[in-house]
T-cell receptor, first 113, second 113 residues
C-alpha cells in the first residue's frame, strides 16, 4: 500500500508570492491534517480535514488556507509569503479521526527568500 | 504558549544502555499521548502511545510512562541501538473527534556505538 505522498518535495519562493502544496493520503483514508515544522517550534498544527470539511484550524493567520477534494486529496495554500513561512510542511492521513493511526508524509520543504 | 515541552534538545547515550526522553505538558484535559520518531528528510513515524487512564505502556524495547499528577511522560528505550538515533517528538491529543496533535519541540537522540 502506497504511503502519504506530498508534492513538491522542495520549493523556493520569493516574499510576496503564493504557494500551493499538495498531499495525497493513503488510499481509503478520509482525514488529512497539516503541520508546520520550524526550528525551535516543533510541529504546529495548521488544519484538519475530514470528508472535505475543515474540522479544526490552528492558530495561523488567514494567509494559510486549505481544502480537501472528494478523493481525499488535500491542498494547502499560503498567500503573500513571508520569510518566516520557511518551514517543513507535513501532511498526515488517517482512516478516521483516531490520533494513534495517523501516517505522515515526507513533507515539503519551503524556502522563502 | 507551549503546552507540550521537551526541555532537553539533545541526549547522547552509549549503545546498549537505557535512553530516557522526557516530556511535560500543561493541559490536564489531554487524554492521549504519543511518541514519534523522525529521521531527516522523512515524516514522523509513530512509535508508541498511552491513554490518560493508564500509567505505563510497553512495546518491545520501548516503554512509555505517564505521571498525570506531575503532568509528565517519559519514553524509555532499552537497550539503545545506533539505529535509534533520530529526533523524538512527544505529542498530546486534546481529545474528541479529532486527529489534531500538539507536539513538543523534539529531542535529538544520539546513540554512540
Amino acid at each position: 500500500k502506497a504511503g502519504v505522498t506530498q508534492t513538491p518535495r522542495y520549493l523556493i519562493k520569493t516574499r510576496g508570492q503564493q504557494v500551493t502544496l499538495s498531499c495525497s493520503p493513503i488510499s481509503g483514508h478520509r482525514s488529512v491534517s497539516w503541520y508546520q515544522q520550524t526550528p525551535g517550534q516543533g510541529l504546529q498544527f495548521l488544519f484538519e480535514y475530514f470528508s472535505e470539511t475543515q474540522r479544526n484550524k490552528g492558530n495561523f493567520p488567514g494567509r494559510f488556507s486549505g481544502r480537501q477534494f472528494s478523493n481525499s486529496r488535500s491542498e494547502m495554500n499560503v498567500s503573500t509569503l513571508e520569510l518566516g513561512d520557511s518551514a517543513l510542511y507535513l501532511c498526515a492521513s488517517s482512516l478516521a479521526q483516531t490520533v494513534n493511526e495517523q501516517y505522515f508524509g515526507p513533507g515539503t520543504r519551503l524556502t522563502v527568500t | 504558549d507551549q503546552q507540550v515541552k521537551q526541555n532537553s534538545p539533545s541526549l547522547s547515550v552509549q549503545e546498549g544502555r537505557i535512553s530516557i526522553l522526557n516530556c511535560d505538558y500543561t493541559n490536564s484535559m489531554f487524554d492521549y499521548f504519543l511518541w514519534y520518531k523522525k529521521y531527516p528528510a522523512e515524516g514522523p513515524t509513530f512509535l508508541i502511545s498511552i491513554s490518560s487512564i493508564k500509567d505505563k505502556n510497553e512495546d518491545g524495547r520501548f516503554t512509555v510512562f505517564l505521571n498525570k499528577s506531575a503532568k509528565h511522560l517519559s519514553l524509555h528505550i532499552v537497550p539503545s541501538q545506533p539505529g535509534d538515533s533520530a529526533v523524538y517528538f512527544c505529542a498530546a491529543s486534546p481529545g474528541g473527534a479529532t486527529n489534531k496533535l500538539i507536539f513538543g519541540t523534539g529531542t535529538l537522540l544520539a546513540v554512540q556505538p
